[in-house]
């Protein structure tokens, strides 16, 4: 017979769906497990997605978005530099248009709230008058001014002008006029000629709004964090005058926009380094500034989509298992369709559409629940992203068809892998072959001599891929690829063992004394598993041992933070720009102000700590300037490599030294001892590594120089932070609140609080980590009631006959939870066991090649049991409830 | 975006830039005495004693100042352009204590407004820009000499050619439209400079403000070139240069004005406007001046020539219907007979539409023919006034 889509119709129809149809239960589990897979992954997927696209050129809100830009490769650009550009492109048409770029928060409400929990504003600064010039393009641009009030026309909506508005000028006179969204003055309750206060640098500043930013619907919608100035008025607000964070340009319209583009990103390229050792910027597009937020969170999305696939890889167990269930479960009418002719081939393909229906049906629900977990989960990962990158506001996911037909397509390949070898089966049944149900389930798969010999073949394979390096990303990004694969390799090793366990244990506990009945019935089965009860087992382990390997990682990172933070926070009181929210933050002590927070007379001691963001060619670090003895003595950083001399702490000599974070030495590969080049806004310096200290404050690594070269260099004393050591006999909470009072715009926090909120923003940055292994306990549990729930189906008749033969339902149900209870222990032993190797993988190789953080090991044992006892008990229960539930069955239902 | 959204988004953006324009451009308050308004800018002064180069820059005692070049080019092969190229400055009301002190590269005591357009006559192509800034880094102008920018604008002496004096410079020009069309040229004086009105002050109204210091070169030799959809043509051609110093333009009952500046194929060139009212008489401070071979001026008054509109032309953008053509009458100084100049437009949609500056005008390179229909030279012509009134805008 040739192939004819009637006949697979017909088959889908009589054979496939029937089935399905009349096992509601089971066909509707089945579909949960993928769809919770499924979903899981596309709610990362789309969670990470927005969490990054929230980076954006905040530019394009008020322009079309620019064609090129230039940025200082540390600190900020001159504003010296703008005439300089003029008269190199003063043949060009070509637009400039210069951006500041800084920080805000309102002030606090209470002095008891947490860090973290106020949002940040970002603040641009533009320059109106010349943003008009898009005018002819962009109508909105018009709508910027005479929002005020009193129109003639009587039209109160935002940007009809009223002739009577005396405010033009007043808007670019004052400083604090600004232009505030949509969204927020509908979230706030603002209204044009309203004041706002605002932690600006280290200043309550109550700025008024002006306006609200003119919305084109052809353009992105101007986000509700997004305040915009008249750009000398920031810069007079955040004592940037004269300086600007980017210079954007923009073609102007005409033919051979790219070649034009060209010609002028050589000139910059050109001006930037003329006569100079150094560039003085460097000149990228608004593609590649995306590409960089990209890049900066590429291994952080990478690791977080892995653990996503956590309860897919375990729904690819049960799927399988399912799949393989039903093969057996049919034989007899495969075996009469065969008779009456039906190709093996036909058979196939009517298994693969039966595998490819399951994936799209779970997959299409799975990107509904995905899209609700997305909501959630996106909260989470911008959570994250905001603590170790850039600042990011998303808090709601929005929809990408890409992510959804990826999820799909993840979904529907997922099922077809897991129901290619059922297929298989399916098709190699021979029609003369008729089987008696009683002949039972035959011993299936690898003897156990090659079932342990494939074992240790896997576990071998996977210690040498440990050897490997990571996959080095560009712009210094780190991904364990090796590492990844090496745990999935190891997954299916103990999966396989797994199996082979469960069989001896069944028969070490059938030859321990007499036992009940039901006890004797779960074990035969057990002594004899089928290849569902192996995959039942490989499913379990695979979640138990992901599951717990993530706690150990979690559980490790939790002991090395504490001890961390225990070391590093020595001083008494730690003091910031209240608006200092997140590792985006702007915000900046002036120095009168940190000057004056100093001569406290209770100051024993003070640290000033100076940061700025500095471009070396694998990408962006952070450079600090800080009094290397205060932090020696201070922040007791422990060494990775320690120091050869004191030289490095002694100021008048350590002009030409530098510490750096393992995280930096292992982004950049240097050792102790090796040169970099700092370019710095004060011309290019190089400087040798004297040491190597361990951080986990950022995954981009740091670099810790004199404040003394640090100041002279970029030349501003403008303080990130302040570390304040008491003299004997000043309370600190006295002198916290003191220091509050006087300046209202500085957040102080005291040691002990300082630790507290350290490490609840570390746990909270976890806080996706622990939804996913949630998830992956779920998917566990709910694979072992599946499992339980196909193995009684099958065996229906036998049921049937116990039930004659004067077994008490009870007792059938007791025979279940035995026998669900045997192969949970056998899951969850090899599981934990395996999860130790996992955790030490994840630790040791992707932790330390991702993140450069090398961290000290803990086996959080308690978790791990209540992990255990947790299945356990799922066991007991669902083993209970189906095995209640399949002493009913009747012996002639179909299923 | 439907007709009715389109309809009231042009009505806000005129509302919005004409309001804007206003509070650029808007005429200061009545003037304390002949020198200086009341707000502190200053008015011209008749006798004043102009220097150069210094006066050919910028000043910043008076409130609004432009330079404003309109020529004629031609390729070699015979192909016509006209062209517009103005550089405005419009000095910020002055406050007597300012609030904070002013950026070098933001300012906020200048804007600087400039409007470029190139006509293409074979096609009627006819494209425009505008462009806005404050006083900084990207516009500016020198008080020392001739040296005004507007982004990549911009309009300069040249500090190194022979024959380049003081007072009748070698200028350089820098314009263009977006990136659709620039040009750069060099503009050479083949006249003296001009300055129109007596006594060194061209009066448009009764009021001290509404007057201007009017310094002009009638005609300067341009050569240079001219790219157009990416091809490069060289062009040479004559320009007509104004320089006008003020601190109002318009008196009460003024709604508008017509100007011409007319390049006669014998050498000499006439200037002439006529200052329109409210009720559409022409007003008495209108002014036609012949300038001679040598560059000597004689101005006659509005009741010595006769400014007459014919036909129309509505623009379909700004929906202003303005003349189609203007036929000049007056008294030829050198045969002493009337003489008929008729300003044909090369192409009738000349119109800058005021999409940033908010005031739609007409300004055009025209063909003048005699009575008899010959072409006797070429003309810009200036209308303004006829899409919206200009009373309390200039």
């Given at each position: 017979?040739?192939?004819?889509?009637?006949?697979?119709?017909?088959?889908?129809?009589?054979?496939?769906?029937?089935?399905?149809?009349?096992?509601?239960?089971?066909?509707?589990?089945?579909?949960?497990?993928?769809?919770?897979?499924?979903?899981?992954?596309?709610?990362?997927?789309?969670?990470?997605?927005?969490?990054?696209?929230?980076?954006?050129?905040?530019?394009?809100?008020?322009?079309?978005?620019?064609?090129?830009?230039?940025?200082?490769?540390?600190?900020?650009?001159?504003?010296?530099?703008?005439?300089?550009?003029?008269?190199?492109?003063?043949?060009?048409?070509?637009?400039?248009?210069?951006?500041?770029?800084?920080?805000?928060?309102?002030?606090?409400?209470?002095?008891?709230?947490?860090?973290?929990?106020?949002?940040?504003?970002?603040?641009?600064?533009?320059?109106?008058?010349?943003?008009?010039?898009?005018?002819?393009?962009?109508?909105?641009?018009?709508?910027?001014?005479?929002?005020?009030?009193?129109?003639?026309?009587?039209?109160?909506?935002?940007?009809?002008?009223?002739?009577?508005?005396?405010?033009?000028?007043?808007?670019?006179?004052?400083?604090?006029?600004?232009?505030?969204?949509?969204?927020?003055?509908?979230?706030?309750?603002?209204?044009?000629?309203?004041?706002?206060?605002?932690?600006?640098?280290?200043?309550?500043?109550?700025?008024?709004?002006?306006?609200?930013?003119?919305?084109?619907?052809?353009?992105?919608?101007?986000?509700?964090?997004?305040?915009?100035?008249?750009?000398?008025?920031?810069?007079?607000?955040?004592?940037?005058?004269?300086?600007?964070?980017?210079?954007?340009?923009?073609?102007?319209?005409?033919?051979?926009?790219?070649?034009?583009?060209?010609?002028?990103?050589?000139?910059?390229?050109?001006?930037?380094?003329?006569?100079?050792?150094?560039?003085?910027?460097?000149?990228?597009?608004?593609?590649?500034?995306?590409?960089?937020?990209?890049?900066?969170?590429?291994?952080?999305?990478?690791?977080?989509?892995?653990?996503?696939?956590?309860?897919?890889?375990?729904?690819?167990?049960?799927?399988?298992?399912?799949?393989?269930?039903?093969?057996?479960?049919?034989?007899?009418?495969?075996a009469i369709l065969r008779s009456l002719g039906m190709p093996p081939s036909a058979l196939r393909r009517a298994w693969l559409l039966e595998s490819a229906m399951l994936g799209l049906l779970g997959g299409l629900l799975g990107l509904g629940l995905g899209w609700i977990g997305a909501q959630g989960a996106v909260r989470l990962v911008?959570?994250?992203?905001?603590?170790?990158?850039?600042?990011?506001?998303?808090?709601?996911?929005?929809?990408?068809?890409?992510?959804?037909?990826?999820?799909?397509?993840?979904?529907?390949?997922?099922?077809?892998?897991?129901?290619?070898?059922?297929?298989?089966?399916?098709?190699?049944?021979?029609?003369?072959?008729?089987?008696?149900?009683?002949?039972?389930?035959?011993?299936?798969?690898?003897?156990?001599?090659?079932?342990?010999?494939?074992?240790?073949?896997?576990?071998?394979?996977?210690?040498?891929?440990?050897?490997?390096?990571?996959?080095?990303?560009?712009?210094?990004?780190?991904?364990?690829?090796?590492?990844?694969?090496?745990?999935?390799?190891?997954?299916?090793?103990?999966?396989?063992?797994?199996?082979?366990?469960?069989?001896?244990?069944?028969?070490?506990?059938?030859?321990?004394?007499?036992?009940?009945?039901?006890?004797?019935?779960?074990?035969?089965?057990?002594?004899?598993?089928?290849?569902?009860?192996?995959?039942?087992?490989?499913?379990?382990?695979?979640?138990?041992?992901?599951?717990?390997?993530?706690?150990?990682?979690?559980?490790?990172?939790?002991?090395?933070?504490?001890?961390?933070?225990?070391?590093?926070?020595?001083?008494?009181?730690?003091?910031?720009?209240?608006?200092?929210?997140?590792?985006?933050?702007?915000?900046?002590?002036?120095?009168?102000?940190?000057?004056?927070?100093?001569?406290?007379?209770?100051?024993?001691?003070?640290?000033?700590?100076?940061?700025?963001?500095?471009?070396?060619?694998?990408?962006?670090?952070?450079?600090?300037?800080?009094?290397?003895?205060?932090?020696?003595?201070?922040?007791?950083?422990?060494?990775?490599?320690?120091?050869?001399?004191?030289?490095?702490?002694?100021?008048?000599?350590?002009?030409?030294?530098?510490?750096?974070?393992?995280?930096?030495?292992?982004?950049?590969?240097?050792?102790?001892?090796?040169?970099?080049?700092?370019?710095?806004?004060?011309?290019?310096?190089?400087?040798?590594?004297?040491?190597?200290?361990?951080?986990?404050?950022?995954?981009?690594?740091?670099?810790?120089?004199?404040?003394?070269?640090?100041?002279?260099?970029?030349?501003?004393?403008?303080?990130?932070?302040?570390?304040?050591?008491?003299?004997?006999?000043?309370?600190?909470?006295?002198?916290?609140?003191?220091?509050?009072?006087?300046?209202?715009?500085?957040?102080?926090?005291?040691?002990?609080?300082?630790?507290?909120?350290?490490?609840?923003?570390?746990?909270?940055?976890?806080?996706?980590?622990?939804?996913?292994?949630?998830?992956?306990?779920?998917?566990?549990?709910?694979?072992?009631?599946?499992?339980?729930?196909?193995?009684?189906?099958?065996?229906?008749?036998?049921?049937?006959?116990?039930?004659?033969?004067?077994?008490?339902?009870?007792?059938?149900?007791?025979?279940?939870?035995?026998?669900?209870?045997?192969?949970?222990?056998?899951?969850?032993?090899?599981?934990?066991?395996?999860?130790?190797?996992?955790?030490w993988l994840l630790i040791h190789r992707v932790n330390r090649q991702t993140f450069g953080w090398t961290l000290e090991t803990h086996w959080p044992w308690a978790q791990m049991g209540l992990l255990a006892v947790l299945i356990l008990g799922a066991a007991i229960l669902t083993g209970w409830g189906v095995g209640f539930r399949g002493?009913?069955?009747?012996?002639?239902?179909?299923? | 975006?439907?007709?009715?959204?389109?309809?009231?988004?042009?009505?806000?953006?005129?509302?919005?830039?004409?309001?804007?324009?206003?509070?650029?451009?808007?005429?200061?308050?009545?003037?304390?005495?002949?020198?200086?308004?009341?707000?502190?800018?200053?008015?011209?002064?008749?006798?004043?004693?102009?220097?150069?180069?210094?006066?050919?820059?910028?000043?910043?005692?008076?409130?609004?100042?432009?330079?404003?070049?309109?020529?004629?080019?031609?390729?070699?092969?015979?192909?016509?352009?006209?062209?517009?190229?103005?550089?405005?400055?419009?000095?910020?009301?002055?406050?007597?204590?300012?609030?904070?002190?002013?950026?070098?590269?933001?300012?906020?005591?200048?804007?600087?407004?400039?409007?470029?357009?190139?006509?293409?006559?074979?096609?009627?192509?006819?494209?425009?820009?505008?462009?806005?800034?404050?006083?900084?880094?990207?516009?500016?102008?020198?008080?020392?000499?001739?040296?005004?920018?507007?982004?990549?604008?911009?309009?300069?002496?040249?500090?190194?050619?022979?024959?380049?004096?003081?007072?009748?410079?070698?200028?350089?020009?820098?314009?263009?439209?977006?990136?659709?069309?620039?040009?750069?040229?060099?503009?050479?004086?083949?006249?003296?400079?001009?300055?129109?009105?007596?006594?060194?002050?061209?009066?448009?109204?009764?009021?001290?403000?509404?007057?201007?210091?009017?310094?002009?070169?009638?005609?300067?030799?341009?050569?240079?070139?001219?790219?157009?959809?990416?091809?490069?043509?060289?062009?040479?051609?004559?320009?007509?240069?104004?320089?006008?110093?003020?601190?109002?333009?318009?008196?009460?009952?003024?709604?508008?004005?017509?100007?011409?500046?007319?390049?006669?194929?014998?050498?000499?060139?006439?200037?002439?406007?006529?200052?329109?009212?409210?009720?559409?008489?022409?007003?008495?401070?209108?002014?036609?001046?012949?300038?001679?071979?040598?560059?000597?001026?004689?101005?006659?008054?509005?009741?010595?020539?006769?400014?007459?509109?014919?036909?129309?032309?509505?623009?379909?953008?700004?929906?202003?219907?303005?003349?189609?053509?203007?036929?000049?009458?007056?008294?030829?100084?050198?045969?002493?007979?009337?003489?008929?100049?008729?300003?044909?437009?090369?192409?009738?949609?000349?119109?800058?539409?005021?999409?940033?500056?908010?005031?739609?005008?007409?300004?055009?390179?025209?063909?003048?023919?005699?009575?008899?229909?010959?072409?006797?030279?070429?003309?810009?012509?200036?209308?303004?006034?006829?899409?919206?009134?200009?009373?309390?805008?200039?």
């Open positions: 017979m040739t192939h004819s889509p009637p006949l697979d119709s017909l088959l889908w129809r009589r054979f496939t769906w029937r089935h399905w149809k009349n096992a509601p239960v089971s066909s509707g589990l089945l579909l949960g497990i993928v769809a919770l897979g499924v979903g899981v992954f596309f709610a990362v997927r789309l969670a990470n997605r927005s969490a990054v696209a929230e980076f954006q050129n905040f530019t394009d809100v008020l322009t079309t978005e620019s064609d090129g830009l230039i940025v200082a490769p540390a600190g900020m650009l001159p504003e010296s530099v703008l005439g300089e550009l003029r008269r190199g492109l003063e043949d060009d048409a070509v637009r400039m248009i210069s951006v500041l770029e800084s920080t805000a928060t309102r002030p606090r409400m209470s002095e008891s709230e947490t860090i973290g929990s106020r949002s940040t504003y970002t603040l641009l600064g533009v320059d109106l008058i010349a943003l008009q010039n898009l005018a002819g393009e962009r109508p909105q641009d018009r709508r910027w001014f005479g929002q005020s009030g009193a129109s003639p026309s009587g039209d109160a909506s935002p940007g009809i002008a009223s002739a009577a508005d005396p405010d033009l000028w007043t808007l670019f006179r004052d400083p604090r006029s600004a232009f505030i969204s949509e969204a927020q003055a509908r979230r706030e309750g603002l209204k044009v000629g309203d004041e706002l206060p605002l932690v600006i640098q280290e200043r309550v500043v109550s700025v008024r709004v002006a306006g609200i930013i003119p919305a084109d619907p052809s353009r992105p919608r101007a986000p509700a964090h997004l305040m915009v100035f008249d750009l000398p008025a920031l810069q007079r607000l955040t004592d940037a005058t004269g300086r600007l964070s980017r210079v954007e340009f923009l073609m102007e319209e005409g033919p051979g926009r790219a070649e034009r583009w060209a010609a002028v990103r050589a000139t910059l390229e050109r001006l930037s380094s003329e006569g100079r050792e150094t560039p003085r910027w460097r000149v990228s597009s608004p593609a590649e500034r995306r590409s960089s937020a990209d890049k900066m969170t590429r291994a952080f999305r990478l690791n977080l989509t892995i653990l996503s696939l956590l309860a897919l890889l375990v729904g690819l167990y049960l799927i399988f298992q399912a799949l393989d269930g039903a093969v057996v479960r049919r034989r007899d009418e495969i911008s959570r994250t992203v905001n603590a170790l990158y850039f600042s990011s506001a998303a808090d709601a996911a929005s929809l990408s068809l890409f992510e959804a037909l990826l999820a799909l397509g993840a979904s529907v390949l997922t099922c077809l892998l897991a129901g290619w070898i059922p297929a298989k089966a399916a098709a190699s049944i021979p029609p003369a072959q008729v089987l008696a149900r009683s002949q039972g389930i035959r011993p299936e798969g690898l003897s156990m001599p090659r079932r342990l010999a494939v074992v240790l073949g896997l576990g071998a394979v996977g210690g040498l891929g440990c050897l490997l390096p990571p996959l080095r990303l560009e712009g210094g990004g780190r991904f364990s690829l090796a590492a990844y694969a090496v745990a999935l390799v190891w997954v299916l090793g103990a999966g396989l063992l797994g199996g082979a366990v469960l069989e001896r244990l069944a028969r070490a506990l059938a030859g321990l004394g007499r036992h009940g009945v039901a006890w004797r019935l779960a074990l035969s089965h057990l002594r004899t598993p089928s290849s569902r009860h192996r995959l039942a087992v490989a499913g379990l382990v695979c979640a138990v041992a992901m599951t717990a390997g993530m706690a150990i990682l979690v559980g490790s990172f939790d002991l090395t933070m504490r001890g961390w933070i225990q070391r590093t926070f020595q001083a008494d009181l730690y003091v910031s720009s209240d608006g200092a929210q997140s590792a985006s933050t702007e915000n900046r002590i002036s120095p009168t102000t940190w000057q004056a927070v100093a001569a406290h007379p209770a100051v024993a001691r003070a640290q000033i700590v100076q940061a700025a963001r500095l471009q070396l060619p694998i990408g962006e670090t952070l450079l600090v300037g800080a009094d290397l003895a205060f932090f020696r003595e201070f922040a007791r950083p422990a060494w990775i490599a320690a120091p050869t001399d004191d030289t490095v702490f002694d100021a008048t000599r350590n002009v030409s030294l530098a510490l750096v974070s393992e995280a930096f030495s292992e982004r950049f590969r240097v050792r102790r001892g090796d040169q970099i080049e700092l370019p710095t806004p004060g011309g290019l310096h190089s400087v040798t590594i004297a040491g190597i200290f361990s951080d986990y404050g950022n995954e981009r690594g740091s670099l810790l120089v004199d404040r003394g070269h640090f100041s002279r260099w970029f030349g501003d004393e403008l303080a990130s932070s302040l570390i304040l050591v008491l003299r004997p006999g000043f309370d600190v909470e006295t002198v916290r609140s003191e220091l509050r009072a006087a300046h209202p715009g500085l957040a102080v926090f005291t040691q002990s609080y300082l630790r507290t909120e350290a490490l609840r923003i570390f746990r909270q940055t976890f806080s996706i980590t622990y939804a996913l292994e949630l998830i992956g306990v779920v998917v566990a549990v709910a694979g072992l009631g599946f499992t339980l729930m196909s193995l009684l189906w099958e065996r229906r008749d036998e049921l049937a006959t116990l039930r004659t033969l004067g077994m008490r339902r009870g007792e059938l149900a007791a025979a279940a939870v035995c026998e669900g209870v045997v192969t949970a222990v056998a899951g969850v032993g090899v599981g934990l066991v395996a999860s130790l190797a996992l955790g002493a009913r069955i009747p012996a002639e239902r179909e299923e | 975006m439907d007709r009715e959204s389109r309809r009231r988004w042009r009505l806000s953006w005129a509302c919005v830039w004409g309001w804007v324009l206003a509070q650029l451009l808007s005429p200061l308050p009545a003037v304390a005495g002949p020198d200086e308004g009341s707000n502190g800018f200053a008015n011209p002064t008749p006798g004043r004693v102009f220097s150069f180069p210094r006066d050919h820059g910028s000043h910043p005692e008076f409130a609004l100042e432009w330079w404003y070049l309109t020529g004629h080019l031609l390729e070699t092969n015979g192909a016509r352009y006209g062209f517009q190229a103005t550089f405005f400055r419009r000095a910020a009301p002055r406050t007597s204590t300012p609030e904070s002190p002013t950026s070098d590269a933001f300012g906020d005591q200048q804007l600087y407004l400039a409007h470029m357009a190139l006509l293409e006559a074979s096609t009627g192509r006819f494209l425009h820009q505008e462009r806005l800034n404050r006083e900084g880094w990207d516009a500016g102008s020198s008080t020392n000499a001739l040296d005004v920018r507007n982004g990549n604008w911009w309009l300069r002496q040249r500090s190194d050619s022979p024959g380049n004096s003081a007072e009748t410079p070698i200028l350089e020009l820098n314009g263009g439209v977006r990136a659709e069309a620039s040009f750069q040229l060099n503009l050479t004086p083949r006249k003296p400079l001009v300055i129109f009105g007596t006594n060194g002050v061209s009066r448009k109204a009764a009021e001290p403000s509404a007057a201007s210091h009017y310094l002009t070169f009638t005609r300067l030799a341009a050569t240079g070139r001219l790219t157009l959809e990416g091809r490069e043509r060289p062009v040479q051609g004559e320009v007509w240069m104004d320089h006008e110093i003020s601190s109002s333009q318009l008196g009460s009952g003024q709604v508008g004005w017509d100007w011409a500046g007319i390049q006669l194929a014998d050498g000499r060139e006439i200037m002439a406007y006529r200052m329109r009212r409210s009720d559409g008489s022409t007003d008495p401070f209108s002014t036609l001046t012949w300038v001679d071979r040598q560059g000597g001026g004689r101005a006659v008054s509005a009741t010595a020539f006769e400014w007459k509109p014919e036909g129309e032309w509505k623009s379909p953008v700004s929906g202003a219907v303005y003349p189609a053509r203007v036929r000049l009458t007056t008294r030829d100084p050198e045969s002493g007979v009337d003489a008929v100049l008729v300003l044909e437009p090369i192409h009738p949609a000349q119109e800058l539409n005021g999409a940033l500056g908010g005031i739609a005008y007409w300004e055009g390179a025209c063909r003048v023919r005699d009575a008899s229909g010959r072409e006797i030279g070429s003309a810009f012509l200036e209308m303004t006034g006829y899409a919206a009134s200009m009373a309390g805008r200039l």
